[in-house]
């Protein structure tokens, strides 16, 4: 498998467990509001980082979300985007 594919799947595994906390922690009471966001924030990060690793898009290190996504819009992922539904995802191995 090529690195900038493994390293795809690396990510939306991450944020697979960053959304498997954040549905633990939305439902617990005891959680506080920032903990609970702060999953789904990372949560978003790593799939976006995902599509930029599968199409080869280079990156600085940052946790900005809409760096991330302007970086992805100006490289044409924009429509995508908007039409792409989770069903037509490939399942992770």
Do not use: W
């Not at 690195?3 to 795809?8: G, Q, R």
């Not at 549905?23 to 506080?32: G, V």
């Not at 280079?58 to 985007?81: C, W, Y």
């Amino acid at each position: 498998m090529k690195p900038n594919v493994e390293e795809a799947l690396r990510s939306l595994r991450l944020a697979d467990r960053d959304i498997k906390a954040f549905d633990i922690l939305m439902n617990s009471p005891e959680a506080h509001s920032s903990v609970v966001c702060f999953h789904a924030q990372q949560a978003v990060e790593k799939s976006l980082k995902a599509v930029l690793y599968l199409n080869l898009i280079e990156f600085e290190r940052t946790h900005d979300l809409v760096k991330l996504a302007e970086l992805l819009r100006n490289n044409g992922f924009s429509r995508r985007f908007r039409t792409m539904s989770s069903t037509s995802l490939p399942p992770l191995p």
